[in-house]
């Protein structure tokens, strides 16, 4: 049960960063799901992944793209960029959700994940900036952000051109959404459980 | 006089996502008395209001997704109040992760067969509760199952973890056996109510559907 | 004759750190044709050659940790060359996440307890393969298990997530089982091969060891 020392309760960061991990699971796991189910039903034979190649509006973080640096990274640095990348998402997952309904015949599960995610999504930002806050020495760095101007290929008249411009947006999400998934994990693995899981 | 204190009864949420807490009033002191809930989050000096009086009955309150965080404690009392004063509860401490209770699994099929040395076992299967099944994966659910003869006394009851599964050897035939299963979050929540009773006759020597 | 273009078979990660891909050559035109395996990463335009054609066997180039990136699209070609000319094969697009296939799990240990209710169970237990760094959460496993009675013909499988112990109840008396596990790194990647088939017999009464 919660800890209630003297009356004034608190949720340990071990229970925080557990439920912060069983979130970026899932909302991992909807996003593949969701970029599976596009890439099925609009994607086959078009050759969108070639063209996929560097297009995700978070490219210009750095992140670590490997065991060995995200071991190195300082902790404050790695919880700073997860909260700047789920920032980054808080736009394209609000036009996502609207925007996807106007797909031919987009599938109900479809719809429903776009939702779920940006909900979901919105959730996880508001227990990294917990969890930033019991971690942060200093102030919270709000300055890790990239804009997202994706809107208006979104609702490109031309076919090919919108469903490519989802297939994109879908393909980032899935990447960085699993990013997210696996620094948390590392995180975990590091602070709670002295890099012994 | 003064209305007695109250007392929260208990506070449950179905699917990690809202939750509600009851209340049971205690003697009003003869007045017209009105309840107040009040909650305040772990690290906050805000004091809220009960955001929904109705939606879940009388002595209710319902917190809708917009109010319900899982990544803070809250703090809940209750105020019962009238004309010669008030008396508030003791506080309830509520983390929304402890007190997921899901409802019963569905889909429950019961399917006698034979093994290949003629003895009878049963398969049982489920489904996880409509909600928690769309939701794999946020909200992953244990089960436990138990059984015994109808006039038996004793049930005997199997944990099987995340299966929706499971085969039953040691069966007595000619007898006339009752199933139920109930689910419960991993780590922390509640068990289910138990799914309602389901029957099964172990024919004193049957023949498998071929 | 130039050789015929060559054809990238596939590309494997074990342990989520490292990968190899293997290509297969076609006709080589009857002379002596030389491979070379060109990569470009995402975001970059220049092209690499492979660094290591050795460690992994004929036909394959290995790609050390230095060489190895997450979450970014390789762009791999092989070319075939011979005195008369060359052939390309068609590009092979390779994001490293997807491609993890690690070894079996270790360590199986199979026991069998009696519950209190005298009811016969088994419990598994097993280790992550060696070269899957499961300690520091870059890698997390997934673990499913079969088994069936030694003359039987259909496998029993439960997927039981990242756990590395199980208890299985529902058992025959009397029989002798065969039980393998394999894993999958959680969300992408392909599962392990099984385990070797280890065998088990649950006695008709056995003694507890009390």
């Known amino acids: 049960l919660p800890i209630c020392p003297n009356g004034s309760c608190q949720l340990s960061l071990e229970e925080l960063f557990d439920r912060a991990v069983k979130l970026s699971h899932y909302i991992h796991f909807l996003s593949s799901e969701m970029f599976n189910e596009f890439d099925e039903r609009y994607a086959q034979g078009r050759g969108f992944i070639a063209k996929a190649v560097n297009g995700c509006h978070t490219a210009s973080l750095t992140t670590p793209e490997d065991k060995e640096q995200a071991q190195q990274i300082h902790h404050e640095d790695l919880l700073n960029l997860i909260l700047g990348v789920l920032r980054s998402w808080n736009d394209p997952l609000i ?57 208006p290929s ?44 | 006089s003064p209305p007695e204190k109250p007392t929260i009864v208990k506070c449950r949420s179905p699917e990690k996502e809202t939750f509600t807490c009851w209340w049971k009033p205690a003697s009003d002191g003869g007045l017209p008395t009105n309840h107040t809930l009040l909650y305040s989050k772990e690290g906050e000096e805000k004091v809220y209001e009960c955001p929904d009086y ?63 040395n003629r003895k009878p076992y049963l398969v049982l299967t489920w489904s996880p509760p409509p909600l928690a099944d769309v939701r794999s994966g946020w909200l992953t659910l244990e089960y436990e199952l138990r059984l015994k003869p109808e006039e038996g006394e004793e049930w005997e009851t199997i944990f099987v973890g995340q299966q929706t599964q499971c085969k039953m050897f040691s069966l007595n035939p000619g007898k006339r056996y009752i199933v139920q299963i109930h689910c419960k979050p991993d780590h922390h929540g509640l068990w289910s109510e138990w799914s309602p009773e389901m029957y099964i006759e172990i024919p004193t020597d049957f023949k498998v559907k071929d």
């Open chain 2, 54 to 116: 109705k939606t879940a009955g009388p002595h209710s309150c319902y917190f809708d997704k917009k109010h319900t965080s899982f990544w803070t404690i809250y703090n809940i009392t209750v105020r019962a109040t009238n004309e010669m004063g008030s008396n508030v509860s003791d506080p309830h401490y509520v983390d929304v992760t402890y007190i997921v209770q899901p409802d019963p699994p569905v889909n429950i099929t019961l399917e006698l067969k034979k093994s290949i």
């Open chain 1, 154 to 197: 979104l609702q490109l008249a031309d076919e090919d051109s919108r469903l490519f411009a989802f297939y994109n947006l879908l393909h980032c999400l899935r990447r960085d959404s699993h990013k997210i998934d696996n620094y948390l994990k590392v995180l975990r693995c590091r602070l709670i459980h002295d890099n012994n899981c």
């Open chain 1, 95 to 151: 036009h996502l959700a609207s925007e996807v309904q106007r797909i031919k015949e987009a599938p109900e599960t479809i719809l429903w994940k776009a939702v779920e995610i940006e909900e979901q999504n919105k959730r996880l930002l508001e227990g990294m900036e917990k969890i930033v806050g019991r971690v942060h020495s200093g102030e919270i760095g709000n300055d890790i952000y990239t804009p997202w101007d994706g809107l």
